[in-house]
């Protein structure tokens, strides 16, 4: 049974950091696509980062690049979301997600991804 658990969230000031984890299990972490979105409430899930099997190569949200930074550790099948200068907008549930499609640039629809975590919520006071 595939696994995928957020951890990190939490409340924070505007222009703080966090970092998100999320933790995957039941599944060969090192072959997927890895990606987050995030959901505030009333509004659509939305892209942040999405990071290829190897690392290789990463994707922002334009609204996040330059703040946000998408990491995974395959050998402890973990991915990661550095945020700093957090600001209010960026408060949402955040979700990963796993995707079993490989390609040059990882997928930022959420419709490609075949797994999802609970989510983690991130609330940011200006």
């Known amino acids: 049974q595939v696994q995928l658990v957020e951890s990190g969230g939490g409340l924070v000031q505007a222009g703080d950091s966090l970092r998100l984890s999320c933790a995957a299990s039941g599944l060969t972490f090192s072959v997927y696509t890895m990606g987050w979105f995030r959901q505030a409430p009333g509004q659509e899930r939305e892209f942040v980062a999405a990071i290829t099997p190897s690392g290789s190569t990463t994707g922002y949200a334009i609204s996040v690049k330059g703040r946000f930074t998408i990491s995974r550790d395959n050998a402890k099948d973990t991915m990661y979301l550095q945020m700093n200068m957090l600001k209010p907008e960026d408060t949402a549930a955040y979700y990963c997600?796993?995707?079993?499609?490989?390609?040059?640039?990882?997928?930022?629809?959420?419709?490609?991804?075949?797994?999802w975590g609970q989510g983690t919520q991130v609330t940011v006071s200006s």
């Open positions: 997600a796993a995707d079993w499609e490989t390609s040059i640039s990882p997928s930022r629809r959420a419709a490609n991804y075949n797994y």
